[in-house]
């Protein structure tokens, strides 16, 4: 059984490199394929789960260490594998992503393992997310700086470029600490729109006028309050529009600043953001529980992501194939009024149940061959 599903991994893996893989190159992809079988199954981040399901026959304790060998490997890191499988299949995930005619990319950053933080750009997929591109460093959350935040946003722009449809908006959505002047320049420039969370106690100015959206009331009938093209900031960064929304799932407004023309998309837009915190949940306590790793290095932590993100997006593959399939009666209720289970359970529920029941299964997105009474 781990065996079978290692080499479904492994096929695709090196599908997505050059013909003829051999020697330490061909060893660390199997080793990765192996780590990412055991993540799978054991749905742990500890080196035990996660050597477990590398195919040779070794001693526990010799998976545990090639497990972390394979982390602290200078050798092995984002650029070098997941970067290649992620480009291969960001226009699939854009095509089955159900967020009609925009791409939204967002950014957060959430604490990871021992004293480490990951600051993460996802996409929007299906309202969860699909990790696209990160970076590790030690400290607690909101330690990224500006620049941080610009850097990492102009990396997803360079290394997804060709890989992004031209015929469709890409917006770019951040909470609080992501609403600097330069990352929203940025945006302007290579023609994506945006839409960010602001402080309560920002300045902006109204045709010459101060202003801070604390100081602001909603209107009864309305459950937002729009002013276009303000200053942003003691720098006056124009053509910024305002939003203050109230949410009624919040008890307190929520200011918002875009360049997105009207309110209403505005809102449709942020809405969208927790997509990230639900990825994380996915990630972290849901399912993997990276942050209870006691990794010490940002390498190794930022490996061990990758891993994750490996295994969470075969997963979701896994599950888009079989959406709407029969199946799905067999593992949960399926109700009329509502969607029972996210379909990243749906994936946990779905691999478990081929496994017990061997069943045949894939990881592609193609169409469903398999045969269920």
Not at 327 to 344: E, G, M, N, Q
Not at 353 to 360: K, Q, S
Request: charged letters at 25%; hydrophobic letters at 40%; aromatic letters at 14%.
């Amino acid at each position: 059984m781990k065996k079978r599903i290692y080499r479904k991994i492994l096929q695709k893996i090196l599908s997505l490199y050059p013909k003829g893989l051999k020697g330490h190159p061909l060893k660390r992809v199997k080793k990765l394929a192996g780590l990412i079988c055991g993540m799978l199954r054991k749905k742990k981040c500890t080196m035990s789960a996660v050597g477990s399901g590398l195919p040779q026959q070794i001693t526990a304790h010799g998976k545990e260490k090639a497990c972390k060998n394979f982390l602290d490997n200078a050798w092995n890191n984002y650029e070098t594998h997941y970067l290649p499988y992620i480009k291969h299949f960001l226009p699939l995930f854009i095509e089955n992503a159900n967020t009609q005619e925009s791409i939204y990319f967002v950014i957060d950053g959430s604490q990871m393992g021992n004293h480490h933080v990951a600051l993460m750009v996802s996409l929007v997929y299906k309202n969860r997310s699909i990790p696209i591109c990160w970076i590790v460093r030690k400290g607690a959350k909101g330690h990224f700086t500006n620049q941080m935040h610009l850097a990492l946003i102009e990396q997803v722009y360079e290394y997804f470029k060709p890989q992004l449809p031209k015929d469709k908006p890409i917006i770019l959505l951040g909470d609080g600490e992501f609403d600097s002047i330069g990352l929203q320049a940025f945006c302007r420039k290579v023609g994506w729109d945006y839409v960010f969370r602001t402080a309560c106690n920002t300045l902006m100015y109204e045709q010459g006028e101060s202003f801070q959206a604390k100081n602001l009331a909603i209107a009864p009938q309305t459950d937002h309050l729009f002013i276009p093209n303000v200053a942003f900031t003691k720098e006056q960064f124009k053509n910024v529009n305002f939003l203050y929304w109230h949410d009624p799932k919040y008890d307190d407004p929520i200011p918002l600043v875009s360049n997105l023309p009207e309110a209403l998309d505005i809102i449709s837009a942020y809405d969208k953001r927790y997509s990230i915190e639900c990825l994380f949940k996915d990630l972290k306590s849901t399912s993997f529980n990276i942050h209870k790793t006691r990794l010490t290095s940002a390498a190794a932590i930022s490996n061990l992501i990758m891993v994750a993100a490996f295994a969470f997006t075969l997963l979701i593959k896994l599950a888009t194939k079989y959406e709407h399939h029969d199946i799905r009666k067999y593992l949960h209720r399926l109700r009329p009024d509502r969607v029972v289970c996210s379909i990243f359970f749906y994936a946990l529920e779905l691999i478990d149940y081929f496994l017990d029941e061997d069943i045949e299964f894939d990881f592609h997105f193609s169409k469903f061959s398999m045969n269920f009474p």
